[in-house]
Nanobody, 125 residues
Framework: QVQLIESGGGLVQPGASLTLSCAAS????????LGWLRQAPGKEREFVAT????????LYADSVKGRFTISRDSAKKAIYLQMNNLKPEDTAIYYC??????????????????WGQGTQVTVSS
């Protein structure tokens, strides 16, 4: 059974850092590439970053490249999203997701097999 539980969201000022965590079930961690999506109010869900299924390759949206880092801990069956130099446009609900489908050189989200309940990130002064 696939379960994904996010935590770590909050309200921060522009330029601050925040780390999101995602606790995954064993099935999810073993069998799927895990990553992060986000959805801002009134906007479509957006690709942020993902691991390949093997966990050895990472891919980022151009909008977060150089500021966000995705990482994983196999012992804890968890993935993380370290977000630095946050901007107001990063404000969104962030979802941990499995089996993310995307297209294009700057990856555009198309679908995901599973996702968690989301955690709110608000960047505001």
């Amino acid at each position: 059974q696939v379960q994904l539980i996010e935590s770590g969201g909050g309200l921060v000022q522009p330029g601050a850092s925040l780390t999101l965590s995602c606790a995954a079930s064993e099935d999810a961690f073993r069998n799927y590439g895990l990553g992060w999506l986000r959805q801002a109010p009134g906007k479509e869900r957006e690709f942020v970053a993902t691991f390949s299924r093997s966990g050895t390759v990472t891919l980022y949206a151009d909008s977060v490249k150089g500021r966000f880092t995705i990482s994983r801990d196999s012992a804890k069956k968890a993935i993380y999203l370290q977000m630095n130099n946050l901007k107001p446009e990063d404000t969104a609900i962030y979802y941990c997701a499995a089996e993310i489908q995307y297209s294009g050189g700057d990856p555009k989200y198309t679908s995901a097999g599973y996702w968690g309940q989301g955690t709110q990130v608000t960047v505001s002064s």
